[in-house]
T-cell receptor, first 113, second 111 residues
Framework: DSGVTQTPKHLITATGQRVTLRCSPR?????VYWYQQSLDQGLQFLIQ???????AKGNILERFSAQQFPDLHSELNLSSLELGDSALYFC????????????FGPGTRLLVL | QQQVKQSPQSLIVQKGGISIINCAYE??????FPWYQQFPGKGPALLIA?????SEKKEGRFTISFNKSAKQFSLHIMDSQPGDSATYFC??????????FGGGTRVLVKP
């Protein structure tokens, strides 16, 4: 168990809808990363937050947004969902801004029908 | 643009055999190369990692070989066990920033 928790584990929704994925980092970790894992794209970095501020952006669509709250938990918001957004979404955390080791949560499996 | 290329996509090895997974990278700014292991239904977990000033690192049955001039690195799993059956991802990182992952290799160890 990495100490990173993600909810929900599974999510089924329809195209056009909006969902929110939640992540609680390991105790004491200030950095949160979001990754998308799909069959054709592998593991892709989406975005990083550090102590409440956005610090790095990857291949994140404009329909997606994230935030990190004062208690350091993070939420990833996915809107106007498309079939192609079906994937596993992982959150990872690390103690500092530039940490080598990232600890991954169990993921949220999103299915868009 | 795939900055880290991983091969093979899958491999089957007999129990006790050697599993070899190869990765190649393009960005010379990468300075940290971890391997992650992922079991079905779980998130990736750090297995072993290496920095480019070292040519080889061994932890138990897992060994990373690193060739800086060729910009290649590989994972060797010695004496493969059924419990090693998982998906393995190589990754690369520059200055502690985001991880860039390879495409993954699904390893099946047959008893």
């Amino acid at each position: 168990d990495s100490g990173v928790t993600q909810t929900p584990k599974h999510l089924i929704t329809a195209t056009g809808q909006r969902v929110t994925l939640r992540c609680s980092p390991r105790s004491g970790d200030l950095s949160v990363y979001w990754y998308q894992q799909s069959l054709d794209q592998g593991l892709q970095f989406l975005i990083q937050y550090y102590n409440g501020e956005e610090r790095a952006k990857g291949n994140i669509l404009e329909r997606f947004s994230a935030q990190q709250f004062p208690d350091l938990h993070s939420e990833l918001n996915l809107s106007s969902l498309e079939l192609g957004d079906s994937a596993l979404y992982f959150c990872a955390s690390s103690p500092t801004l530039h940490a080598e080791t990232q600890y991954f949560g169990p993921g949220t499996r999103l299915l868009v029908l | 643009q795939q900055q880290v290329k991983q091969s093979p996509q899958s491999l089957i090895v007999q129990k006790g055999g050697i599993s070899i997974i190869n990765c190649a990278y393009e960005n010379t700014a990468f300075d940290y190369f971890p391997w992650y292991q992922q079991f079905p239904g779980k998130g990736p977990a750090l297995l072993i990692a290496i920095r480019p000033d070292v040519s080889e690192k061994k932890e138990g049955r897992f060994t990373i070989s690193f060739n800086k001039s060729a910009k290649q690195f590989s994972l060797h799993i010695m004496d493969s066990q059924p419990g090693d059956s998982a998906t393995y991802f190589c990754a690369a990182q520059a200055a502690g920033n985001k991880l860039t992952f390879g495409g993954g290799t699904r390893v099946l160890v047959k008893p």
